[in-house]
């Protein structure tokens, strides 16, 4: 079984333009949960979606918002980049309420 | 399993000799609990959990051991390998009001094996 899958790997982005990326879960996991990892603050829950809802959300602004397509697949986007956005953006699948299982993530530099 | 920003807390052992990763949880509401190891470049790459209904768990070559009492958990590795040399995270979650699958994360422990 194919594990969870992230696009783009690598991105950089200005101040202020805004950025997309996706999440393609393990087959048949219907949870995908994105966080982000940076040195300082260490990995932070971002949002949780199960069945194109979203289920849970962290304390993060509102420029952070996410999205989950009907085959489980979801995008998270970020606008009006910010320096401090440069992170590891990790995405995680589950079935349900289970054990989360990562992808390799994809890391943000805002320039 | 505390850190402080790039300054993780760092374990280095022998190759051959056996690890022990300890982590402070904060909420006793927490149903599991789960262990992942990160390597450099990658995700978290998931190692064991242990539900809170249990004080002990093994894997292969490791071992988890949680203590309620003292919202404390730990990782134990026999006969370290260097291939065992990464960042070592333990996670909580804690059911929330949607039943959700929020994981709250430990600032991490380097491990680091000598050949």
């Known amino acids: 079984k194919a594990g969870v899958t992230q696009t783009p790997r690598y991105l950089i982005k200005t101040r202020g333009q805004q950025v997309t990326l996706s999440c393609s879960p393990i087959?048949?996991?219907?949870?995908v949960s994105w966080y982000q990892q940076t040195p300082g603050q260490g990995l932070q829950f971002l949002f949780e979606?199960?069945?194109?809802?979203?289920?849970n959300k962290g304390n993060f602004p509102g420029r952070f918002s996410g999205r989950q397509f009907s085959n489980s697949r979801s995008e998270m986007n970020v606008s009006t980049l910010e320096l401090g956005d440069s992170a590891l953006y990790l995405c995680?699948?589950?079935?349900?309420?289970?054990?989360?299982?990562f992808g390799p993530g994809t890391r943000l530099t805002v320039l | 399993g505390e850190s402080v920003g790039l300054h993780l807390p760092t374990l280095s052992v022998q190759e051959g000799d056996n690890s022990i990763i300890n982590c402070a949880y904060s909420n006793s509401a927490s149903d599991y609990f789960i262990w992942y190891k990160q390597e450099s470049g990658k995700g978290p790459q998931f190692i064991i959990d242990i539900r809170s209904n249990m004080d002990k768990r093994q894997g292969q070559r490791v071992t988890v051991l949680l203590n309620k009492t003292v919202k404390h958990l730990s990782l134990q590795i026999a006969a370290t390998q260097p291939g065992d040399s990464a960042v070592y995270f333990c996670?909580?979650?804690?059911?929330?009001?949607?039943?959700?699958?929020?994981?709250?994360f430990g600032g991490g422990t380097r491990l680091m094996v000598k050949p």
């Open positions: 087959s048949g996991h219907r949870s």
């Open positions: 979606y199960f069945s194109e809802t979203q289920r």
């Open positions: 995680a699948s589950s079935l349900g309420q289970s054990t989360q299982y």
């Open positions: 996670a909580e979650h804690s059911p929330g009001g949607n039943a959700g699958n929020m994981l709250t």
